[in-house]
């Protein structure tokens, strides 16, 4: 079993800062991604990390103001949201998966709960 927490979310002005956290207990996973969701849209990848070498991609949408890394010994991985925008604004999942994948959210087999994220103009 793979179980994911995340953590972190909240209302913010734009232009302002959010870090989400996702903590994950179980079986070892190779790729973390986080993904958004607002409704009446499609999920969108926002980025993802191989846990194993820590290599990193990005939506267009968000490269140059997200951040993802990890913290090994927590098992975590965290989304540093920074220059927020309001179209920023979702319900943000972390999800998990065994392969090595991309920001295609149909190949993540564990997903958390999510949190939601407002960002206000």
């Known amino acids: 079993q793979v179980q994911l927490v995340e953590s972190g979310g909240g209302s913010v002005q734009a232009g302002g800062s959010l870090r989400l956290s996702c903590a994950a207990s179980g079986t070892t996973v190779m790729s973390v991604g986080w993904f958004r969701q607002t409704p009446g849209k499609e999920r969108e990848g926002v980025a993802r990390?191989?846990?194993?070498?820590?290599?990193?991609v990005y939506a267009d949408s968000v490269k140059g103001r997200f951040t993802i890394s990890q913290d090994n010994a927590q098992n975590t991985v965290y989304l540093q949201m920074d220059s927020l925008k309001p179209e920023d604004t979702a319900m943000y999942y972390c999800?998990?998966?065994?392969?090595?994948?991309?920001?295609?959210?149909?190949?993540?087999?564990?997903w958390g709960q999510g949190t939601q994220v407002t960002v206000s103009s």
């Open positions: 999800a998990a998966s065994h392969a090595a994948t991309g920001l295609g959210s149909k190949l993540y087999m564990y």
């Open positions: 990390i191989w846990r194993w070498i820590g290599s990193t």
